[in-house]
């Protein structure tokens, strides 16, 4: 395997970032500095090294998605010492990792796997997986919020794609509704919200692309379907 699709095979980085820690003499194979390009390894006899960590490689890929409740940080390892997701997935024995995050406060699909050029993929903006949340808000929407809901608005000095936003129900002091957006920055439904002067009360992801939540217990994770496999790493 080259050494750039191992990196990335292990999450170290994408292939075109690997060529640059590659390039940039960050990458030791068997002890010895490994700057050329095209080196070969086998990954079952050679020891990689990245910053001087070594590279673990796992033959087994796994696929899972989580539903993760609030309260939960998005992280390998969080220097407070809040609850991770990572506590919740104590029964997979292979190093995984998050797809993405979902935020403290936020619920919904969290897709996992150890698959790293997989992660780097999905995570790259040019994608632009559409993902949908369920979310409550305090108050009403009138047509004007929805409208600049929908067609765009600069959040952080940028211009969100346009989403879309679907009525489910008006209850006396909030409504529900369905936002589809496109991207995925930092915190982007809050802020959109935040925008129009509403407060979200609860936020909930429920779909990545096709794959769906679905019925999965808050807390609870399942392996992904071979289908759901296939369709994610058919992504272009
Ligand atoms: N948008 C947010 O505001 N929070 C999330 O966790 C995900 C999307």
């Given at each position: 395997m080259r050494l750039n699709k191992f990196l990335a095979r292990c999450g170290v980085a994408s292939r075109r970032s690997s060529d640059l820690l590659i390039n940039n003499g960050k990458v030791t194979v068997n002890g010895k500095l490994?700057?050329?390009?095209?080196i070969i390894i086998n990954p079952d006899k050679d020891i990689v090294t990245c910053n001087g960590v070594v590279v673990e490689f796992a033959q087994d890929i796994v696929y899972y998605m989580l539903n993760k409740p609030k309260?939960?940080?998005?992280?390998?390892?969080?220097p407070y010492n809040r609850p991770t997701v990572m506590q919740l997935l104590s029964g997979i024995n292979l190093r995984v990792f998050p797809i993405g995050r979902l935020d403290f406060a936020t619920e919904g699909l969290l897709l996992i796997t150890n698959d790293g050029d997989l992660t780097n993929k999905l995570t790259?903006?040019?994608?632009n997986i559409q993902k949908i949340y369920q979310v409550t808000v305090t108050g009403t929407l009138n047509e004007n919020n929805i409208k600049e809901l929908e067609s765009g608005m600069v959040i952080d000095g940028y211009k969100t794609a346009p989403a879309s936003v679907e009525i489910i129900t008006q209850l006396e002091n909030s409504i529900d509704v369905n936002v589809k957006i496109h991207e995925g920055r930092n915190r982007q439904v809050r802020k959109m919200f935040e925008q129009i002067g509403k407060e979200i009360t609860h936020l909930k992801r429920v779909q990545i692309g096709e794959i769906k939540l679905g019925k999965l217990k808050r807390g609870e994770y399942r392996a992904l379907t071979k289908d759901e496999i296939n369709y994610l790493k058919n992504i272009k």
């Open positions: 490994a700057n050329a390009m095209g309260g939960y940080v998005t992280t390998v390892t969080d790259h903006p040019s994608h």
